[in-house]
C-alpha cells in the first residue's frame, strides 16, 4: 500500500534552516507527482512545492521560490524540501501528498492529492 511518512521537523531560529524528507513506499517514486504541502495554526492549507515524476520537473509557491529546495533520491525513495532562510511565518504542519493521476500539485490543489503523510511540524522562532 502505499505510504508516504514525513520527518525533519522541529524547533528552528528566523533566517536558519531545515530539511524534511518524505518516504515514500508502495509505488515507484518517479513514476508520480509528490508536493509539499503546508497548514499554518488558523490558516488554510497551502501548497508549497512540486515534483514532477514524469521529469523532475519542480515547481514552487511564489513565496517559497528561492529559500525553497525540493528535490528526490529515487534509489531511496526519498523526496526531499530543503528550506532555507525561515521566517516565522513558514511556522506550520509539512505534509508530503501523491498524486495518482492530474495536474493538482503543481497549481497548489491540495484536493487534488490522493495519499498523504501524517506531517511534520516545523516551528520557526527565536
Known amino acids: 500500500q502505499v505510504q508516504l511518512v514525513e520527518s525533519g521537523g522541529g524547533l528552528v531560529q528566523p533566517g536558519g534552516s531545515l530539511r524534511l524528507s518524505c518516504a515514500a513506499s508502495?509505488?515507484?517514486?518517479?513514476?508520480?507527482?509528490i508536493g509539499w504541502f503546508r497548514q499554518a495554526p488558523g490558516k488554510e492549507r497551502e501548497g508549497v512545492s512540486c515534483i514532477r515524476g514524469s521529469d523532475g520537473s519542480t515547481y514552487y509557491a511564489d513565496s517559497m521560490e528561492g529559500r525553497f529546495t525540493i528535490s528526490r533520491d529515487n534509489a531511496k525513495s526519498t523526496v526531499y524540501l530543503q528550506m532555507n532562510s525561515l521566517k516565522p511565518e513558514d511556522t506550520a504542519v509539512y505534509y508530503c501528498?501523491?498524486?495518482?493521476?492530474?495536474?493538482?500539485?503543481?497549481?497548489?490543489?491540495?484536493?487534488?492529492?490522493?495519499?498523504w503523510g501524517k506531517g511534520t511540524l516545523v516551528t520557526v522562532s527565536s
Open positions: 508502495g509505488f515507484t517514486l518517479d513514476a508520480y507527482t
Open positions: 501528498a501523491m498524486e495518482t493521476y492530474g495536474s493538482s500539485c503543481v497549481m497548489g490543489y491540495s484536493d487534488g492529492m490522493d495519499y
